[in-house]
């Protein structure tokens, strides 16, 4: 009864997952960003990144903000409409996160 309980959760809890989120898996497209640092206060990250010429700077938030450093190479997936809003992925030991700004 747990298992079969476990894994009904654990399948509705993934496609959760992969179809409330905003930009999601199956309309959105990836880029490469930056993270950067545009404050004095180094706790303040963004990242930045490019789509075709355009060029996007978010700020971070939330806990994953803590996980990476200025400099570092991350992936962004964001809505084709209006590139602007996008979310960075995060691998962590803990698996697949989002960082949503």
């Given at each position: 009864?747990i298992?079969?309980?476990?894994i009904?959760?654990?399948?509705?809890?993934?496609?959760?997952?992969?179809?409330t989120?905003q930009?999601?898996?199956?309309?959105?497209?990836?880029?490469r960003?930056?993270?950067?640092?545009?404050?004095?206060?180094k706790?303040?990250?963004?990242v930045?990144y490019?789509?075709?010429?355009?060029a996007?700077?978010?700020p971070?938030?939330?806990w994953?903000?803590r996980?990476?450093?200025?400099?570092?190479a991350?992936?962004?997936?964001?809505?084709p409409?209006?590139?602007?809003?996008?979310s960075?992925?995060?691998?962590l030991?803990?698996?697949?996160?989002?960082?949503n700004?």
């Amino acid at each position: 009864m747990i298992k079969t309980a476990t894994i009904v959760y654990l399948i509705c809890f993934s496609c959760y997952v992969l179809f409330t989120r905003q930009p999601d898996y199956f309309n959105g497209e990836f880029a490469r960003g930056t993270i950067v640092c545009l404050e004095k206060d180094k706790k303040k990250k963004s990242v930045r990144y490019r789509v075709g010429s355009e060029a996007f700077v978010v700020p971070l938030k939330g806990w994953g903000a803590r996980q990476v450093a200025e400099g570092d190479a991350v992936e962004v997936i964001h809505d084709p409409s209006p590139p602007s809003n996008g979310s960075m992925i995060l691998f962590l030991l803990t698996g697949l996160n989002y960082l949503n700004f």
